[in-house]
Structures are given as structure tokens and as C-alpha cells.
């Protein structure tokens, strides 16, 4: 079936410093998306992607949708306490609802 | 109001109870999801609805139980359930097109004890 390999599981920074993360699979995806989840909350959507070669900013953060369309990272630029959290990337493959799959998450704390 | 609202936030039930959990969604989206989500494991799909029927279920045991009424509303409904279905359980929401991102409410924290 349809897996996400998302990297790394967990990293401590420093407050200030820059953060990436990425997600790659086997399959072609036709969206790829990243969400945030704070400590029992719902994931929040935080950049969606919808093309190959697509790079898309949100504040901080920078997304980008590989041109092979298997895989996207997310930087973080210039980290601060609040980003925290786990941070999941999502593909939808096929044209179908239901057809979104999760990586595993990674997990981002901040040194103040 | 945000978008997806799910209720309770908290439940604690014994084995032998029974109890309901409920989503609503104020998007105007036409399918909606319920997820589990466990410590150190990823988000598990249960049940998907895309205009108000049922199209997926995971093979998730007969003990949960997913109703959507409306396009808006969505229950899972829960019955004599085991310890190791505490967990985050998160609905979602999402427009029937290619592509469509979903949006989650806030998740219930199931307890059982």
C-alpha cells in the first residue's frame, strides 16, 4: 500500500535556527500537504501544495512539492518557542476522497 | 466558530458503556472522516463519509460505529470498547474534488477504563 517516509521523527534546535523536515514515498501523489499538531489538538493545516515543482510560503514556513511528485519538505526559518509541536506532512494520491495518507510525524522542540 | 467542532474534548467511559462521540462542520464540505490517533503511531483512518454514505471503513471493529445524518454532522458511536481504544479520535472534513484538503476539529480524548 501507500506509505509516507517522513524525517526525522524528532529534532531539538535552537531558538533561531533554521529547521527541515521532508517527506518521500515510492508513489506518486497529487497533492501533498503539512500540518501541525499542538498537545492534544487537532492537526492544523498549515501549507497545501498542488503542484510538482510547486513552492509555497506561509509566514515562516516554506514548502515545496518535489518535481517528481514523490516526495516535499518544509523548512522553518528562524525558529521560536511556539513552533513546537509535531509536524505531519500528507499526500492524496488517486481522484478520489478518503485517499489521504499521514506520515509519521516529526516532533520539534525548541531550546529557548 | 471554528470550522470542525468535535464534542466532548474529554471522555473517560468504562468497558460496558455506551457513548457517542460527535462532529459538526460549519465549511460546507461534503465528505467527512474519523481518525485514530494513538501514541507513537500515525493517524489511522476509520471511516470515511462522501455525501452522507458510508465509502471506506478500515477494517475497524464492529464496537465503534460511524452515523452521518447530514452532510454536517457526523457520530461515532461506541460500545463495549477496550482499553487499547484510548486514544485521540479526530474528525475531519473535506470538499469532494480532486485534491481536497482536509481540515480536523480539536479531537476527543477517549479514556477507557
Known amino acids: 500500500g501507500q506509505q509516507l517516509n517522513q524525517s526525522p521523527q524528532s529534532m531539538f534546535i535552537q531558538e533561531g535556527e533554521d529547521v527541515s523536515m521532508n517527506c518521500t514515498s515510492s508513489s506518486i501523489f497529487n497533492t501533498w500537504l503539512w500540518y501541525k499538531q499542538d498537545p492534544g489538538e487537532g492537526p492544523v493545516l498549515l501549507i497545501a501544495l498542488y503542484k510538482a515543482g510547486e513552492l509555497t510560503s506561509n509566514g515562516r514556513l516554506t514548502a515545496q512539492f518535489g518535481i517528481t511528485r514523490k516526495d516535499s519538505f518544509l523548512n522553518i526559518s528562524a525558529s521560536i518557542p511556539s513552533d513546537v509541536g509535531i509536524y505531519f506532512c500528507?499526500?492524496?494520491?488517486?481522484?478520489?476522497?478518503?485517499?489521504?495518507?499521514f506520515g509519521k510525524g516529526t516532533k520539534l522542540s525548541v531550546k529557548p | 466558530e471554528t470550522g470542525v467542532t468535535q464534542t466532548p474534548r474529554h471522555l473517560v467511559m468504562g468497558m460496558t458503556n455506551k457513548k457517542s462521540l460527535k462532529c459538526e462542520q460549519h465549511?460546507?464540505?461534503?465528505?467527512m472522516y474519523w481518525y485514530k490517533q494513538s501514541a507513537k503511531k500515525p493517524l489511522e483512518l476509520m471511516f470515511v463519509y462522501s455525501l452522507e454514505e458510508r465509502v471506506e471503513n478500515n477494517s475497524v471493529p464492529s464496537r465503534f460505529s460511524p452515523e452521518c445524518p447530514n452532510s454536517s454532522h457526523l457520530f461515532l458511536h461506541l460500545h463495549t470498547l477496550q482499553p487499547e481504544d484510548s486514544a485521540l479520535y479526530l474528525c475531519a472534513s473535506s470538499q469532494v474534488r480532486w485534491g481536497s484538503e482536509a481540515f480536523f476539529g480539536q479531537g476527543t480524548r477517549l479514556t477507557v477504563v
Open positions: 465549511l460546507g464540505h461534503n465528505a
Open positions: 500528507a499526500g492524496i494520491y488517486g481522484g478520489s476522497q478518503g485517499n489521504l495518507i
